[in-house]
């Protein structure tokens, strides 16, 4: 761990000089207590840094949660092996891709069964939070179930014992988004108000006591509510295709389910704070977490070792080194082939920008972590999915 100034650590080997200078930025927030926790994948974020821990008292800034509000991992240990799954693979990876949308603004062409309980769910929490989420997204239940871009990813994977297990990434969908740039909106008008001059704009915030705050805090817990069913809705899609390739059910040994874009008050040096993890996620003692590399690279399940400094947290994976854009003008096809060799994956262009190259090396992150995690398994992917 580094103190790079009083109110800001790092645990991260690797870190960009613009990416420091936006985490001093966000620092430097007077309403910050104690100080930024930096994570081991930190990289350059929209206001506050993607991979920081942002504890403050009496105030919120929408943009240090993120716009993918909720988004997280979940993990499911089943009872087969390696040795058990079909030598080929690719019927099992179609059946994933035919059983969830994939790509951003993907929807299902209707609610399924299992979702109709969770939706259900989800509008009796909304109802008493005493918000439409119509009014951020009109068809927000038939996103419940679906994978969306970019980072995120559906896996079958081995682990040291080669024990398989699946595994997922995603969040609020597009839901989510519109509720948090609306939310990131209302803070910014907040500060023209206010006349409040900000060193980035994007760090607007919303206090404590307003009721654009109070609106903000419940719009925000049902989206994070919102992505953690996403997740299990995905998942239990993902056990059922497995189950039908295994002509066996899925016995589910462990499940695991965290978020790393999300807002909750805890009790930090005997003050109640609002801690913010933006790319990160909670790792109190015993705790258990995911975090998972790039595609094509190790993915770990982590037991927390409640670190203080930290706010009790840890990464939420290997953090981007090249930008999309960057990342396309840099590498080729070809390159991303050679890097997925052994893995069935649909084999595409489309995912240029996601090659483990664009990002931090996982084994660096994981070795910056050890101070706030516990490595439990280590996994390695036989079958990736994800949308273009």
């Known amino acids: 761990m580094q103190k790079i100034t009083g109110r800001l650590l790092s645990w991260a080997s690797l870190l960009e000089e613009n990416t420091e200078q936006q985490a001093r930025t966000t620092a430097a927030m007077p309403f910050v207590f104690p100080h930024v926790a930096l994570m081991p994948d930190a990289h350059l974020g929209l206001g506050a840094t993607v991979g920081s821990v942002i504890p403050t008292l009496g105030a919120v800034m929408p943009a240090a949660v993120g716009v993918d509000i909720g988004c997280g991992m979940i993990a499911v240990r089943t009872q087969f092996t390696r040795a058990e799954l079909p ?15 994939l790509s951003a ?3 299902n062409r209707k609610v399924v069964a299992t979702a109709a309980p969770r939706i259900a769910e989800l509008e009796t929490m909304a109802e008493a939070a005493g918000f439409d989420p119509a009014g951020a997204l009109k068809g927000w239940r038939n996103q419940l179930g679906t994978l969306g871009s970019g980072n995120h990813f559906i896996e079958v994977s081995v682990d040291e014992e080669d024990r398989v297990w699946l595994f997922l990434h995603s969040g609020s969908r597009g839901v989510g988004n519109k509720i948090a740039q609306r939310h990131i909106a209302v803070a910014k008008a907040a500060m023209t108000t206010w006349w409040i001059e900000l060193a980035d704009p994007d760090l607007a915030y919303l206090v404590e006591g307003t009721p ?16 953690l069913l996403n997740r299990e809705e995905m998942m239990d899609r993902v056990v059922r295709q497995l189950s039908e390739v295994m002509g066996q059910p899925v016995d589910e040994r462990e499940r695991i389910n965290c978020h790393h874009n999300f807002t909750q008050r805890e009790e930090h040096w005997g003050k109640s704070v609002w801690v913010s993890r933006k790319g990160a996620i909670q790792a109190r003692k015993g705790q258990l977490g995911l975090i998972p590399g790039s595609m094509g690279t190790a993915s770990y399940v982590v037991e927390g070792r409640g670190n203080k400094p930290s706010l009790e947290s840890s990464p939420h994976g290997a953090g981007r080194m090249y930008s999309r854009s960057a990342a396309r003008r840099t590498f080729t096809h070809e390159q991303l082939r050679a890097a997925m060799v052994g893995i069935e994956y649909r084999d595409t262009d489309a995912f240029l920008d996601e090659i483990p190259a664009a990002y931090k090396p996982i084994d660096q992150v994981m070795e910056d972590a050890r101070d706030l995690v516990t490595i439990r398994h280590t996994l390695r992917q036989v079958v990736n999915v994800k949308g273009d």
């Not at 654009?212 to 992505?227: N, P, S, V």
Request: charged share 30%; no cysteine; glycine share 2%.
């Open 87 to 101: 030598e080929d693979l690719q019927p099992l990876r179609e059946q994933i891709e035919r059983a969830i949308p």
């Open 212 to 227: 654009e705050f109070d609106r903000y805090i419940a719009e925000l817990r049902w989206a994070q509510h919102f992505a």
């Open 105 to 107: 603004g993907a929807t």
